[in-house]
């Protein structure tokens, strides 16, 4: 099986000079750690976790990460500069290499991509993710979802 899973950093502060240094809040921390619980509870084992360099997202990919002992790996192609189907495609190359992989990024690009891979648009909160089945890239299957 071919495994994607798709995750919006969780909440971040407002509060830095530069948009890509917004650190995550508090409650950020809970929601990353909490996702990537449920989604091990849940029976979904990434083999590679790749994040947006952006801090929010590098920190919410650690600490959801931190879930399976994997360390996330920067890739500039999840900062936003992808459109959802840019996204969708990155994810399909990325599943050539390995069997399962975990993408971690910004809305309105991740809630897009889930939406493509659905039928139907979804809207990602902070923190939330989505698993689909992509071993048949022409019909993808909606595994779980981790939605507040």
């Known amino acids: 099986m071919k495994t994607l899973i798709l995750m919006r950093h969780a909440q971040a502060s407002f509060s830095a000079e530069i948009d890509g240094e917004r650190a995550l809040t508090p409650t950020g921390?809970?929601?990353?750690?909490?996702?990537g619980?449920?989604?091990?509870?849940?029976?979904?084992?990434?083999?590679?976790?790749?994040?947006s360099p952006l801090l929010r997202a590098r920190q919410s990919a650690q600490l959801a990460a931190h879930a399976w002992n994997l360390s996330p790996l920067d890739a500039r192609e999840l900062d936003g500069r992808l459109s959802a189907a840019g996204l969708v495609d990155f994810a399909l190359a990325?599943?050539?290499?390995?069997?399962a992989v975990m993408l971690v990024g910004h809305n309105p690009n991740v809630s897009l991509a889930a939406g493509i891979?659905?039928?139907?648009?979804?809207?990602?909160?902070?923190g939330d993710a989505m698993v689909f089945d992509l071993t048949h890239p022409d019909e993808p299957k909606r595994l779980f979802q981790e939605l507040s």
């Open 117 to 126: 891979l659905s039928g139907s648009f979804i809207s990602f909160r902070p």
């Open 94 to 99: 990325q599943l050539k290499k390995q069997d």
């Open 29 to 35: 921390k809970e929601q990353a750690e909490h996702t």
């Open 37 to 51: 619980l449920i989604l091990k509870q849940a029976g979904f084992t990434p083999q590679i976790v790749l994040c």
